[in-house]
C-alpha cells in the first residue's frame, strides 16, 4: 500500500511541477461521483455524506454536525491524503462496516480527487 501512495504522491508531485494541478479534473470527477451525497463543492447540502471542506488534515469522522457509522468512529487517525487514497480504493477495507459504498479504483482519479479536496477551504 506504501508503494502504491508513494507513486499516487509522485504523480501528483511530477504534475505540480509541471505547472499542471489535478484539482480540476477532480472537481469534474467529484461532481459527477461524490456530490450526490457530499455536495456540490463538498458542503455536504444534501445530507447523505458529511461535508468535505477542510476533510484534508481533519481528524477521521471529525465533524460534530454529522452523524457517523461505528466503524468510522471507531477508526481514528486524520484524513492525510494517504488516509483519503485507502479510503477511495475500498471503503470497507479501510473501516469494516462504513456507511460510504462507491470506491474510485484508478489511481489518476483518485490523484485528481484528493488534490480537489486539498483546495476544499
Avoid at 469534474?28 to 458529511?50: K, T
Avoid at 473501516?95 to 477551504?121: K, T
Amino acid at each position: 500500500m506504501r508503494a502504491a501512495y508513494a507513486g499516487l504522491m509522485a504523480l501528483l508531485a511530477a504534475a505540480v511541477a509541471q505547472g499542471q494541478s489535478p484539482a480540476p479534473r477532480g472537481e469534474v470527477l467529484f461532481e459527477n461521483r461524490c456530490a450526490r451525497c457530499h455536495g456540490l463543492g463538498g458542503d455536504g447540502s444534501d445530507g447523505l455524506a458529511p461535508a468535505l471542506i477542510g476533510v484534508v488534515g481533519r481528524p477521521v469522522a471529525g465533524r460534530s454536525d454529522y452523524v457517523y457509522s461505528d466503524a468510522l468512529r471507531s477508526k481514528g487517525g486524520v484524513w492525510s491524503p494517504e488516509a483519503i487514497n485507502r479510503y477511495l480504493i475500498d471503503p470497507q477495507a479501510f473501516a469494516q462496516g462504513s456507511d460510504m459504498e462507491a470506491s474510485a479504483p484508478d489511481p489518476a482519479e483518485r490523484e485528481a480527487i484528493i488534490a480537489y479536496l486539498s483546495e476544499l477551504r
